[in-house]
């Protein structure tokens, strides 16, 4: 992931780069490194394939890419039916973990006495192994779409607290006494320094929150759900039916993917600033 | 807030012509001690009157508490001993009327931010229209001799450059008193030639009060028209050394056998 998003920057610079044949040069590279992970990916689809065939392995154990393919085509409705709630979930925990921690974050960084106390805390709840939690939720908030979001929005919460709190806190002194200089209210340092300057930890918050928020979803919906992905992987498993069980995983991870790129590309748009920082240190933060 | 902002206009002085009325920069007999474990003495019994628009440098080994004097004027931090005047009132209240322009060692600019906005970044936050905003950018960055590069970010500039837009951004306020704090000390020596030549052109095109920290005798004796000496520990002022030499001043100067004694006053009054 993390090469993916290096390599993928410099096309977005390349854009406005006046000098043409660096960039298309950016291009190609791009291009090749897109080539070399499809043919991996192909590659190893082709050689499990051969496996299952060679090994006579049965498809209840693990069925070849080709019986997942055909189980995702018979099972298309019921997965789509059952990814919404599960999206559903992760977005609502998403939005609500990471407001609250950049609201959290600033007041951390405004009231030191409030980041003593609370700080400490939220280490120590980020310590409980939220697949244990699932069952907690449940306990407490019933089976329904509450007690998942509670999941979501505690996974979504940490990283992005821990990385806002850092971005609103690493201001250049001489900056904070320049704003100083001519009275700038905290308001100002806030909106127009301090804020701006923590959107690029954010983002790596909510680059990591994204993906763990949809896992987070499909971990909860094992704990007595009655739809969504997660309902479907102990579905599955109970029925033996290792053909649905994975076309579910795949169509789970494809959703990973999808909620990273999302967040990438929104980042691009949002701290451009970053990628040509990026860039001038050749990729290097 | 807005009466304060309005007051930022009212009193701005345009190009060539200065207001030379007021009292200046008086400090008499400040100190500072940090609140650290063991307090830290900085600055002791510092004394010196800076007239308005004048030129003065200060010099002096790391730590000796340079930039902690600048932080005092500027009503950032306040002295524990002795008192700091600005055209007779308090830094607190000469900030709160917007006299000062800052420039650091580093450009500081905020990246996210094109060349331009950063230079009209003080002018939002004093909430100054956007037309005049528009208008001051444009001429200060023709100033500092970077009209055209409005649109670029920081990051597309060189160290000279950005330190250049650092400098159209301290006077965006038309500030009595600028503060440079090493502004050139990260610059090579060619780029550092040039920016003290074109500091000078644009000080006599928007006359102001500059105090301006630096490790380099030349630089301060082809800029200033006067060179406080601070030595270490408690900083104080060892010695005061003027500066007749005439101005307009260019590179040449630094031949003349005035500069060379004056280099060789200043190197003994450091070594000492
Ligand atoms: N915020 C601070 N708290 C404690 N000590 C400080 C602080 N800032 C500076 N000092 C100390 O005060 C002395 C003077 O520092 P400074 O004014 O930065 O010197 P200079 O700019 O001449 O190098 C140094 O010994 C420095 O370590
Ligand atoms: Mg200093």
Redesign the interface.
């Known amino acids: 992931m993390i090469s993916s998003s290096a390599s993928e920057r410099p096309a977005v610079q390349s854009s406005r780069n006046p000098d043409a044949a660096a960039a298309s040069r950016g291009f190609r590279a791009l291009l090749s490194d897109q080539w070399l992970r499809w043919v991996v990916v192909i590659g190893i689809l082709v050689l499990w394939q051969i496996g299952t065939v060679v090994f006579e392995i049965p498809k209840f154990l693990i069925p070849s890419p080709i019986v997942i393919g055909q189980a995702l085509w018979t099972y298309r409705a019921m997965l789509l039916t059952n990814t919404i709630p599960t999206v559903e979930e992760a977005a609502a925990g998403f939005i609500l973990g990471n407001l609250i921690a950049v609201v959290l974050a600033t007041w951390f960084v405004h009231v030191r006495t409030a980041r003593q106390a609370l700080y400490p805390l939220a280490i120590v709840i980020q310590s409980i192994p939220m697949v244990a939690l699932a069952p907690v939720f449940v306990v407490a908030m019933g089976t329904g779409f509450s007690s998942k979001v509670a999941m979501t929005t505690l996974i979504s919460f940490f990283p992005t607290l821990v990385n806002a709190t850092r971005g609103l806190d690493a201001v250049?002194r001489?900056?904070i006494?320049?704003?100083?200089?001519?009275?700038?209210?905290r308001r100002?340092i806030y909106v127009?320094?301090r804020f701006?300057n923590a959107?690029p930890y954010i983002f790596l918050g909510l680059r990591v929150t994204a993906t763990s928020s949809v896992i987070g979803a499909i971990i909860a919906e094992w704990v007595g759900a009655q739809e969504g992905l997660g309902f479907m992987v102990i579905n599955s498993t109970y029925e033996f039916n290792a053909p649905m069980l994975w076309a579910t995983l795949v169509v789970s991870s494809a959703l990973v993917l999808c909620v990273f790129a999302l967040v990438a590309v929104v980042e691009r748009f949002v701290?451009p600033?970053q990628a040509?920082?990026e860039m001038?240190t050749g990729g290097k933060r | 807030?807005r009466q304060?902002s309005a007051d930022v206009q009212a009193s701005k002085a345009g190009p060539g012509q200065f207001d030379m009325s007021g009292d200046g920069v008086r400090c008499e007999r400040v100190g500072l001690t940090y609140p650290t474990r063991p307090p830290l003495r900085a600055l002791d019994d510092v004394n010196f009157h800076i007239e308005p628009g004048q030129f003065v440098s200060l010099i002096g080994p790391s730590g000796c508490g340079k930039s902690t004097l600048l932080?005092i004027v500027?009503?950032?931090l306040p002295a524990t001993q002795g008192a700091v005047t600005i055209d007779g009132a308090t830094p607190f209240e000469a900030?709160?009327q917007?006299r000062?322009?800052?420039v650091?060692?580093?450009a500081?600019l905020?990246?996210?931010r094109s060349v331009r906005q950063n230079v009209e970044?003080?002018g939002?936050?004093?909430n100054l229209p956007k037309a005049e905003r528009t208008r001051r950018a444009g001429e200060l960055l023709e100033l500092v001799g970077l009209a055209g590069f409005g649109q670029l970010?920081p990051?597309?500039l060189s160290g000279g450059m950005r330190q250049r837009v650092a400098i159209a951004r301290a006077l965006a306020?038309d500030p009595r008193i600028l503060?440079m704090?090493e502004p050139f000390a990260a610059l090579d020596e060619f780029q550092r030639e040039t920016l003290n030549v074109e500091l000078l052109r644009i000080w006599t095109e928007r006359r102001s009060i500059v105090m301006f920290v630096t490790h380099n005798i030349e630089e301060a004796i082809f800029l200033s028209d006067r060179v406080l000496v601070m030595t270490p520990p408690p900083g104080r002022i060892a010695s005061v050394v003027d500066v007749d030499l005439p101005r307009p001043r260019d590179l040449q100067l630094r031949s003349e056998p005035e500069f060379l004694r004056l280099r060789r006053t200043l190197r003994d009054l450091l070594i000492r």
């Not at chain 1, 006494?177 to 209210?185: C, G, I, K, R, W």
């Open positions: 250049e001489p900056l006494e320049l704003f100083q200089s001519v009275n700038a209210s100002d127009k320094l701006p959107l701290v600033w040509s920082a001038a | 807030m304060l932080r500027a009503g950032i900030r709160e917007r000062f322009g800052f650091f060692q580093d500081v905020l990246p996210w970044l003080l939002e936050i004093v970010r990051s597309e306020l503060l704090d």
